[in-house]
């Protein structure tokens, strides 16, 4: 495993690699690796001969509230899942090398960031554009593999990547689950052994809500009362948001129109620990 | 010549120029070719094998009280001239292929964009920003010329190409100027005769200031007199701003210290239009 901590180093290797005909796949993480992450890198390496998988646990993207501090890291844990996927080098660049003194840089996707995670966590869209411009101008990829979990993250990516033009095919791969659906998360840790069986409530109201859907209901409201009701039956549980908007722009939408994609998005606490998923659907059709 | 016009070609000609071995450097400019960026272009083919001057009028950088709409454009003498001067290929977006539908990205640079042009051009340094990106990130050329004439630009594009991580050189050369010291500006066209032969003055202030630090004044307030005292001279004329400060952080200071360099900013109207120049000066040593 070769492991670089530059851009200035990165950038060479790339251009070294690209230059003796490797095409480069990407996959930026915060490290504390999972299955989700290691599925992302094995479809990387199925198609590229370079998988780069970038390890930064970006305090720009955390509010002064959150969990920056206790963000679980364990790079040499990390390096052998990054092995065991067929990735091929990891980019672990320090803080002080991404905003080395005097950065004074950021980038604003507007539209999709307001609403959701953006409205319930100030900034961190602005230090998720900011960073992810930044690792793919630093690795230069052909393709970058995003998990759906973050799903409105990933219609950021996607927004920046086009209206920078940054030379990258964007590829969102399912979520991956535990046994009993809890969506892989690197925060998942922070639950104990009763927060984290009623946990699986996310996934249990999300497969509600499409059943729903599926069965021909089509009142957005009707559908965000059943995940709601779903998620409150666990005590201690609290909603940030239970939604089905249209997947592309996540606006909402009273009544969901046929032939069309929409997304359920949820967010809950249990305990101290934040939690999101999602699920996309094809509505009728 | 060579004229490109979307992004995509842009990018595939790069990778190709640079597989067979060109270095490439670039010239971004908003068109109305003259001298100053004449002389960058060659500047740029005598280092390069490739240079390619984007032409683009960045509607964005444009508050909606200023010229965008009369900004002088003439695709076909600026080919001439960037042929005259050595460049090889251009790069001529339409605004649609910079900014099409959906566009909702923005860069900001912090800091230095607060004071002179940001403070007095709301948004303009955004526009700078985010236009400089994409054009950076269309060509990406191993060296970008940039004239000293837009002085806060040049401190706003290295900021930015050193806060991404972007693999290119940043050079500023030296202001091109006019017989009597006018700057080389497009906007200069604006001017009528009696207007032109007034506009020298902002060349006279900056070499009376100048000669003021020679000779060892080290008060901001008197040198910054000086400079007004000789722009009011001209009927009509008025002051935006006539300052001295620090060349690297644009920090105001009482008393310039010793071995340092300032730049001596100004911004003036005389009748319509709006002119900028600037001088940088080593204080002492």
Known sequence: MRIITTVAEMQT?????????????????????????????K?????????????????????????????PRNLERDTLIVAQAGGTVIFAP?????????????IHVGGITEVFEGARRPGHF?????????????MSPDEAYFGQKDYQQTLVVRTLVRDLGLPCTITVRDTVREADGLAMSSRNVYLNEEE?????????????????IENGERRAT???????????QIPGLTIDYASVVMADTLAT?????????????????????????????????
């Open 196 to 212: 984290r069986a009623q946990a699986s409530s996310l996934y249990r109201a999300l497969i509600l809500a499409r059943t729903m």
């Open 43 to 71: 479809s990387a390496a199925e198609q590229h001969g370079t998988v780069i998988t970038s390890i930064f646990v970006n305090p720009t993207q955390f509010a002064p509230t959150e969990d920056l501090s206790k963000y």
């Open 126 to 138: 602005d230090g998720v554009a900011t960073i992810v411009a930044k690792l793919l101008i630093a």
């Open 94 to 106: 320090t803080v002080d090398e991404m905003y080395p003194s005097g950065f004074s840089t950021s």
């Open 222 to 232: 009707e559908i965000e009362h059943a995940m709601s009701a779903t998620l409150l």
């Open 13 to 41: 290797l790339v251009r070294d690699l690209r230059a003796a005909g490797s095409t480069i796949g990407c996959v930026p993480t915060m490290g504390a690796l999972h299955d989700g992450h290691a599925s992302l890198i």
């Open 253 to 285: 939408c009273d009544v969901l129109p046929e032939k069309t994609n929409v997304v359920l998005l949820l967010a809950v606490r249990i305990g101290t620990t934040r939690l999101i998923d999602n699920m996309r659907c094809t509505v009728g059709g």
